[in-house]
């Protein structure tokens, strides 16, 4: 509250006035002389006085008082907000919107969107989501203006270092016509999802380990020789020291010589740290967005270009991404090394196997393996293939490509 008490104030025939005003805070001027803000108290002589409220961002008022001798009053006023409506149709549908003024937010929200009774004048808009560019602009709003503004994000599949953003959607996993386990058929869809360009090499692992468990020595070669266990205690320590939140809780110990095929392990899908892909997710990835299935027997020239099998491989690994890239810009999805997945392997006509966002199965002794590796034939170059072992097996050509979630 501000009060105003004028010089005068001792004289008898002086009455206390009392300005008010919704909202409060407004500036006062009697007469062209400034009062305080609402609610200002004044001393004031009977008669007429001129009366202007100012606040930023609401209409100025104007009005006239009537002060009567004998008589303390209270006079109260209704601001009109200065304001618009911004019609925004937003392109992708669940991208992020921020809409700040002054250096601070106003509103967020996902998607198209009407705002009404907004304060006019300058905005800044922030317009993002993952696999797109990100989009600011100034806008600017009148009084009483309804303002349309139609926002459409360019796509931007690389999204930070080695990792691409895979949109989510919805296709048909496995293969009614190849092996037993790749049968049926079935509708899955996915959320969006990050997936490393390349596998995990051998000094990315070095860096945070220590050490170079690998058969075939080399810094860019991909590591092999670790176990789905090992996978885990590796993601959950570099995402400790790049400062993001594991995503792995164990059962068991937190020494990966101590666990089990029986260890329990956890994961929370909405941290922020390094994972292992779902089989849907590296099933999804490598086909690129379309069915894709890489056979050696009809693509032998194509295949030859885009893995490392035991027909061209000499028997031994090669450094990442030396050969051709998929569809989303991945390397090596076929080829190299086999690949370890989180699910627990088993058939996909199995009931504990969800469509949406499938985690697979809660029971089994074995996890999924994907992809091909340099000691096997082309006969298992499919994107459908499905391999597995025993979670801490640690074979020679069993390694990784890394994931994160987007939430």
């Known amino acids: 509250m501000s009060i105003v008490v004028d010089s005068f104030s001792d004289y008898k025939d002086e009455v206390l006035v009392t300005i008010k005003s919704q909202p409060s805070n407004a500036e006062v001027y009697l007469d062209g002389v400034y009062r305080g803000v609402t609610d200002a108290q004044c001393w004031l002589f009977p008669g007429e ?3 202007e409220l100012k606040k930023t961002e609401y209409c100025g008022h104007q009005d006239k008082i009537i002060v009567m001798a004998g008589q303390d009053d209270t006079h109260v006023f209704n601001l009109t907000m200065r304001a618009g409506s911004i019609i925004f149709d937003v392109k992708p549908d669940d991208a992020k919107v921020v809409l700040s003024r002054n250096g601070q937010v106003v509103l967020k929200w996902s998607g198209s969107k009407t705002i009404t009774d907004l304060f006019v004048g300058d905005y800044n808009m922030t317009v993002y989501m993952p696999g797109y560019k990100r989009l600011m602009q100034c806008l600017t709003l009148k009084k009483n203006e309804v303002l349309y503004k139609d926002v459409y994000l360019e796509r931007s599949p690389m999204v930070f270092g080695n990792f691409v953003f895979v949109e989510g959607g919805s296709f048909r996993m496995g293969d ?15 959320n969006g999802f990050y997936i490393s360009k390349y596998q995990l090499t051998q000094k990315e692992w070095f860096d945070v380990m220590g050490n170079n468990p690998s058969k075939h020595q080399g810094d860019n070669l991909p590591v092999e020789n670790v176990s789905w266990y090992d996978i885990i205690d ?5 995402s400790v020291k790049e400062g993001l939140t594991p995503c792995y809780s164990i059962d068991g110990g937190t020494n990966p010589s101590d666990w089990s095929s029986g260890g329990k392990v956890e994961c929370d899908w909405i941290a922020n740290g390094y994972r292992l892909p779902t089989e849907a997710e590296w099933e999804y990835a490598a086909q690129g967005g379309n069915k894709n299935k890489y056979c050696w027997n009809s693509r032998r020239n194509s295949l030859d270009e885009e893995g490392w099998f035991i027909f061209n491989s000499g028997y031994s690994t090669h450094p990442v991404g030396q050969k051709k890239a998929n569809k989303l810009g991945l390397y090596d999805m076929l080829g190299n090394v086999l690949e370890w997945c989180w699910d627990i392997y088993n058939s996909y006509y199995c009931s504990e196997s969800p469509q949406d966002n499938p985690k697979g199965p809660v029971k089994g002794r074995e996890r999924v393996l994907r992809g091909d590796s340099f000691d096997r034939s082309s006969d298992y170059s499919f994107v459908t293939i499905r391999s597995c072992d025993y979670p801490g097996k640690r074979g020679k050509a069993n390694g990784v490509r890394l994931a994160k979630s987007y939430y």
Do not use: G, M
Not at 181 to 188: A, C, E, G, R
Not at 234 to 238: E, F, Q, V
């Open 234 to 238: 590796y993601c959950n320590k570099r």
């Open 176 to 190: 009614d016509f190849e092996r037993y386990d790749q049968k049926p058929t079935h509708l899955v869809a996915l």
């Open 49 to 51: 006085y001129s009366l």
